[in-house]
C-alpha cells in the first residue's frame, strides 16, 4: 500500500480505520482539538462515527459497553487535564472486569510539559495502576505504531485499556504514514494461548475419575465467546455449571444443567454443587471475595482452574492444577479426549435445590417489586435483551431475576462496583449492537450520578430504556446498614418526602424530550414495560417500590456460602 505525508491527527484516524475501527466516543477540548478537526473531514466522508457524551467518564463507560457488547475494541477521546482524569473511574471499571478499550487522550505541547502548564497532566503516571499498558507518544514517526501496539495489548491475552498520551504538537506535525492494512484480527487465530498437552491430558484424568464434578463460569468464557465449548463439555461431563456474576450469559440459563449463580447472592442449587462436588473446574474466573466468602472451603476442594492470566492462578485460591490458557482454546483441546459419560443423575440431585431466587411479598403501600418487573421484562424481551446495570440492588436484581438467553447480554460493573456506570455502558452497546433492545437497569442513587446523559439519548435518539427503580434510598448500603449497624441509616435516605428521592422524574425526561412511563401497580408493570420495549426511542420508565425490598439470599462477607440467609 503506498505511503503519504500526513499530519499526526490524520494518522491517529487512519490507523484507527486500518484496525477495523468506525465508531468513536468523546469529549473534544484545547489539547485534541487537532484531532476533531481531523474528525470533522472523516465524519464528512462517512469513514467514522463520533459520539459525543456529557461527560468523559461516561464516554468511558460507552466505549467499554460497545467493547463488551461487541466483542470488538471500544474506543474512547478525551483532552487533557480534567478531561483525561475524568476517564480514569472508566479505565479502572474496564481493567477490572478486562474489557478491551483504547483511550486517546491529548495533552500540552512537549515544550510546556513539567511547567504545571494550564490543563496539563501527567495522565501516564496516574492511570499506570488502572490500564494493561498506557503510552507517552514524544515522536510524530512512531504514532501510528504505537496505536497499533496499543490494540494489540488491548485484545490479547487477558483484555483489558491501554491509554495513549499524545502531546498536541504531535497532533500537528506532518510525517510518512506507512498503512499496514487491516490488522484488527488481534484477539483471534495465533494470538490465542493454548495450554499444554501434560495440563491437558493431566486435567483429563482427573476428570475421568471425578463422579460429581461442577463448572464454574467467569467472565472469561464471555470473553474467549466460550459458552458453546463449556456446554458441551459439561454435557459430557454431567456436570452442574454456575456462574459468577460476570458470568451471566456464558451459558443459555434455561438450559437443563445451569444452576444460576454462586457466592455471596447464589442460588441454593449453586451452593449445594460446590459443597456436594468431588471436583470443580473453574474457567475464566478470579474467585473474589463476593464468590469465595469463607476462602477455607475452596481450599478443601480439588479445583482445575483454567485462565488465560497466570497471575490469577493460585491468587485467590489454591487449586491442584491451574492452566493458562485462552478459555476457548483450551476447552476445544479438551472436549474431544474426555468420554460422554453415563447419567449418574448428579445433575437431577442438584436441580432438587432451587436455582431460582427468592421473592418477597408485595405489600399495600408498594405493590411493585423489582422481582415481578424483572421477571416480566425477561418475558417480553424473551431473555434477548442486553442488560446493563449500575451498582447496588438493581444490579443483583437484574442478576437474579432476568434470564439471560445469549452471551454478552449482561454487561455490568463487577470489579470495581461503579455507580453510574450503567448509562453510559448503554449507549455504547445499543450503537455497538443496533438490532438488540438495550435495558439500562438502575437505582435513583446510581441515576444521580449520570442523568446528564439523557442528553446524549436525545441528541441521537439513542432507543435505551432505563429501568428506574425509585426506593427512595441508596439500598443496598441501606441493606448493610439494616444488618451490621442497627438500623442506622446514615444519609442513606435520599428523601423523607413520600419515600422517594425527590425528583419528579416526569419532568426531567420532559425536560429532555424522553418519553416517560411510570409503573406503580402491579397491573402497570406488563403494559409500562411493553410500552417502553415496543417505542423507538429512548424511553426513562420509573418504578415505584419499597426501601425494605432486599437482595436475598446473602451471605455475610467472609463467611461459608452454603449457609446464606433467606430474610431479614
Same mark, same amino acid.
Given at each position: 500500500?503506498?505511503?503519504?505525508?500526513?499530519?499526526?491527527?490524520?494518522?491517529?484516524?487512519?490507523?484507527?480505520?486500518?484496525?477495523?475501527?468506525?465508531?468513536?466516543?468523546?469529549?473534544?477540548?484545547?489539547?485534541?482539538?487537532?484531532?476533531?478537526?481531523?474528525?470533522?473531514?472523516?465524519?464528512?466522508?462517512?469513514?467514522?462515527?463520533?459520539?459525543?457524551?456529557?461527560?468523559?467518564?461516561?464516554?468511558?463507560?460507552a466505549a467499554d459497553g460497545?467493547?463488551?457488547?461487541?466483542?470488538?475494541?471500544?474506543?474512547?477521546?478525551?483532552?487533557?487535564?480534567?478531561?483525561?482524569?475524568?476517564?480514569?473511574?472508566?479505565?479502572?471499571?474496564?481493567?477490572?472486569? !478486562?474489557?478491551?478499550?483504547?483511550?486517546?487522550?491529548?495533552?500540552?505541547?512537549?515544550?510546556?510539559?513539567?511547567?504545571?502548564?494550564?490543563?496539563?497532566?501527567?495522565?501516564?503516571?496516574?492511570?499506570?495502576s488502572v490500564t494493561k499498558?498506557?503510552?507517552?507518544?514524544?515522536?510524530?514517526?512512531?504514532?501510528?505504531?504505537?496505536?497499533?501496539?496499543?490494540?494489540?495489548?488491548?485484545?490479547?491475552?487477558?483484555?483489558?485499556?491501554?491509554?495513549?498520551?499524545?502531546?498536541?504538537?504531535?497532533?500537528?506535525?506532518?510525517?510518512?504514514?506507512?498503512?499496514?492494512?487491516?490488522?484488527?484480527?488481534?484477539?483471534?487465530?495465533?494470538?490465542?494461548?493454548?495450554?499444554?498437552?501434560?495440563?491437558?491430558?493431566?486435567?483429563?484424568?482427573?476428570?475421568?475419575?471425578?463422579?460429581?464434578?461442577?463448572?464454574?463460569?467467569?467472565?472469561?468464557?464471555?470473553?474467549?465467546?466460550?459458552?458453546?465449548?463449556?456446554?458441551?463439555?459439561?454435557?459430557?461431563?454431567?456436570?452442574?455449571?454456575?456462574?459468577?456474576?460476570?458470568?451471566?450469559?456464558?451459558?443459555?440459563?434455561?438450559?437443563?444443567?445451569?444452576?444460576?449463580?454462586?457466592?455471596?447472592?447464589?442460588?441454593?442449587?449453586?451452593?449445594?454443587? $460446590?459443597?456436594? !462436588?468431588?471436583?470443580?473446574?473453574?474457567?475464566?474466573?478470579?474467585?473474589?471475595?463476593?464468590?469465595?466468602?469463607?476462602?477455607?472451603?475452596?481450599?478443601?476442594?480439588?479445583?482445575?482452574?483454567?485462565?488465560?492470566?497466570?497471575?490469577?492462578?493460585?491468587?485467590?485460591?489454591?487449586?491442584?492444577?491451574?492452566?493458562?490458557?485462552?478459555?476457548?482454546?483450551?476447552?476445544?483441546?479438551?472436549?474431544?479426549?474426555?468420554?460422554?459419560?453415563?447419567?449418574?443423575?448428579?445433575?437431577?440431585?442438584?436441580?432438587?435445590? !432451587?436455582?431460582?431466587?427468592?421473592?418477597?411479598?408485595?405489600?399495600?403501600?408498594?405493590?411493585?417489586?423489582? $422481582?415481578?418487573?424483572?421477571?416480566?421484562?425477561?418475558?417480553?424481551?424473551?431473555?434477548?435483551?442486553?442488560?446493563?446495570?449500575?451498582?447496588?440492588?438493581?444490579?443483583?436484581?437484574?442478576?437474579?431475576?432476568?434470564?439471560?438467553?445469549?452471551?454478552? !447480554?449482561?454487561?455490568?460493573?463487577?470489579?470495581?462496583?461503579?455507580?453510574?456506570?450503567?448509562?453510559?455502558?448503554?449507549?455504547?452497546?445499543?450503537?455497538?449492537?443496533?438490532?438488540?433492545?438495550?435495558?439500562?437497569v438502575s437505582g435513583d442513587?446510581?441515576?444521580?450520578?449520570?442523568?446528564?446523559?439523557?442528553?446524549?439519548?436525545?441528541?441521537?435518539?439513542?432507543?435505551?430504556?432505563?429501568?428506574?427503580?425509585?426506593?427512595?434510598?441508596?439500598?443496598?448500603?441501606?441493606?448493610?446498614?439494616?444488618?451490621?449497624?442497627?438500623?442506622?441509616?446514615?444519609?442513606?435516605?435520599?428523601?423523607?418526602?413520600?419515600?422517594?428521592?425527590?425528583?419528579?422524574?416526569?419532568?426531567?425526561?420532559?425536560?429532555?424530550?424522553?418519553?416517560?412511563?411510570?409503573?406503580?401497580?402491579?397491573?402497570?408493570?406488563?403494559?409500562?414495560?411493553?410500552?417502553?420495549?415496543?417505542?423507538?426511542?429512548?424511553?426513562?420508565?420509573?418504578?415505584?417500590?419499597?426501601?425494605?425490598?432486599?437482595?436475598?439470599?446473602?451471605?455475610?462477607?467472609?463467611?461459608?456460602?452454603?449457609?446464606?440467609?433467606?430474610?431479614?
Amino acid at each position: 500500500m503506498q505511503s503519504k505525508t500526513i499530519n499526526g491527527s490524520e494518522i491517529i484516524l487512519e490507523t484507527l480505520l486500518e484496525l477495523g475501527v468506525d465508531t468513536v466516543f468523546g469529549y473534544p477540548g484545547g489539547a485534541v482539538l487537532n484531532i476533531y478537526d481531523a474528525l470533522y473531514k472523516y465524519e464528512k466522508q462517512g469513514k467514522i462515527k463520533h459520539f459525543l457524551t456529557s461527560h468523559e467518564q461516561h464516554a468511558g463507560h460507552a466505549a467499554d459497553g460497545y467493547a463488551r457488547a461487541t466483542g470488538k475494541t471500544g474506543v474512547v477521546i478525551a483532552t487533557s487535564g480534567p478531561g483525561a482524569s475524568n476517564l480514569v473511574t472508566a479505565l479502572a471499571s474496564a481493567y477490572m472486569d !478486562s474489557s478491551p478499550v483504547v483511550a486517546i487522550t491529548g495533552n500540552v505541547s512537549q515544550d510546556l510539559l513539567g511547567l504545571a502548564s494550564f490543563q496539563e497532566l501527567d495522565i501516564v503516571g496516574i492511570t499506570m495502576s488502572v490500564t494493561k499498558h498506557n503510552f507517552l507518544v514524544t515522536d510524530i514517526t512512531k504514532l501510528a505504531d504505537t496505536i497499533r501496539d496499543a490494540f494489540k495489548i488491548a485484545e490479547t491475552g487477558r483484555k483489558g485499556p491501554v491509554l495513549i498520551d499524545i502531546p498536541k504538537d504531535i497532533t500537528a506535525a506532518v510525517c510518512e504514514y506507512f498503512p499496514q492494512g487491516n490488522n484488527s484480527d488481534y484477539g483471534n487465530g495465533k494470538w490465542k494461548i493454548r495450554a499444554g498437552e501434560k495440563e491437558i491430558n493431566t486435567a483429563r484424568d482427573m476428570l475421568a475419575k471425578s463422579e460429581r464434578p461442577f463448572v464454574y463460569a467467569g467472565g472469561g468464557v464471555i470473553s474467549a465467546n466460550a459458552g458453546a465449548e463449556l456446554s458441551l463439555l459439561s454435557e459430557k461431563l454431567g456436570a452442574p455449571v454456575a456462574c459468577s456474576l460476570m458470568g451471566h450469559g456464558a451459558v443459555d440459563h434455561k438450559w437443563n444443567n445451569y444452576i444460576g449463580m454462586l457466592g455471596m447472592h447464589g442460588t441454593p442449587a449453586a451452593a449445594y454443587a $460446590f459443597e456436594h !462436588s468431588d471436583l470443580i473446574l473453574a474457567v475464566g474466573a478470579r474467585f473474589s471475595d463476593r464468590v469465595t466468602g469463607d476462602k477455607n472451603l475452596f481450599g478443601e476442594k480439588k479445583i482445575i482452574h483454567i485462565d488465560i492470566d497466570n497471575s490469577e492462578h493460585g491468587k485467590n485460591i489454591p487449586t491442584e492444577l491451574d492452566i493458562e490458557g485462552d478459555a476457548k482454546t483450551v476447552l476445544a483441546q479438551l472436549i474431544p479426549l474426555v468420554e460422554k459419560r453415563a447419567d449418574n443423575g448428579w445433575v437431577a440431585e442438584v436441580r432438587t435445590k !432451587s436455582r431460582h431466587f427468592p421473592k418477597q411479598a408485595a405489600t399495600p403501600e408498594y405493590p411493585v417489586t423489582p $422481582f415481578d418487573v424483572l421477571h416480566t421484562l425477561s418475558d417480553i424481551t424473551e431473555g434477548n435483551a442486553i442488560i446493563t446495570t449500575e451498582v447496588g440492588q438493581n444490579q443483583m436484581w437484574a442478576a437474579e431475576y432476568y434470564t439471560y438467553r445469549a452471551q454478552r !447480554s449482561f454487561i455490568s460493573s463487577g470489579g470495581l462496583g461503579t455507580m453510574g456506570f450503567g448509562l453510559g455502558a448503554a449507549v455504547g452497546a445499543k450503537i455497538g449492537v443496533p438490532d438488540k433492545d438495550v435495558v439500562c437497569v438502575s437505582g435513583d442513587g446510581s441515576f444521580g450520578m449520570n442523568l446528564n446523559e439523557l442528553s446524549t439519548l436525545a441528541r441521537y435518539n439513542i432507543p435505551v430504556k432505563i429501568l428506574l427503580f425509585n426506593n427512595g434510598v441508596l439500598g443496598m448500603v441501606r441493606q448493610w446498614q439494616k444488618l451490621f449497624y442497627d438500623a442506622r441509616f446514615s444519609h442513606t435516605i435520599l428523601s423523607e418526602q413520600n419515600g422517594y428521592s425527590g425528583v419528579d422524574y416526569n419532568k426531567l425526561a420532559a425536560a429532555f424530550g424522553i418519553k416517560y412511563v411510570r409503573i406503580d401497580t402491579k397491573e402497570s408493570i406488563e403494559t409500562g414495560l411493553k410500552t417502553a420495549i415496543e417505542y423507538n426511542a429512548p424511553v426513562l420508565v420509573e418504578v415505584i417500590t419499597s426501601p425494605d425490598y432486599n437482595v436475598l439470599p446473602m451471605v455475610f462477607p467472609g463467611k461459608d456460602i452454603t449457609k446464606p440467609i433467606y430474610e431479614m
